[in-house]
């Protein structure tokens, strides 16, 4: 295993068939000229190592494309829930970090509060909320069984902040809400 140097180990997990767009592979999406994926590696590479990024046989394009920036942990794609617990005791670090290759944020600062309100929040599971809603970014400070229900922490972001891209009209908000930035 990589020397992290201090930071948290990041999972990024893609491996979703993508049947509200209909393509598995949206942390490929292109926005500003950058990858979901890619985006997100820029945001979290000053602490986050090392980066895995788990796939299923439905996500073989993010695989060949991320083959040899990332290591590559594949899964069954038998659901989010049973892939993340295996990677998670696979890796068997903590505190690890862990992203759904389909997320955007919108700026650097959102990432950086939500890993110093973890850091300091003292419990065994937080989750980024997106408007109340669960979005996949959580950092675990231990497996999550040994977790309790108290143990659990949320960190509510805007919808301006972080964005879960799982349809086609999500991909297009944050389209025109950039445009609308850039104007």
Known sequence: MEKNDGKLPLVIMSGGTGSRMNMPDKGLLMIRGETLIGRNLKFLEEVAKPVYLAVTPNTEITEKYYSEKLEIIKTSGNGYSEDLGKVLKKINTYPIMVIPGDIYFSDQEVVNSFISFAKKSGKGIVSMLIEGLFCGVS??????????????????VSEKQAYNVNTVEDFFLILNRLKKQKN
């Open 139 to 156: 950092i675990f400070f231990s497996p999550p069984d040994d977790v309790k229900s108290e143990e659990f922490q949320s960190f509510d």
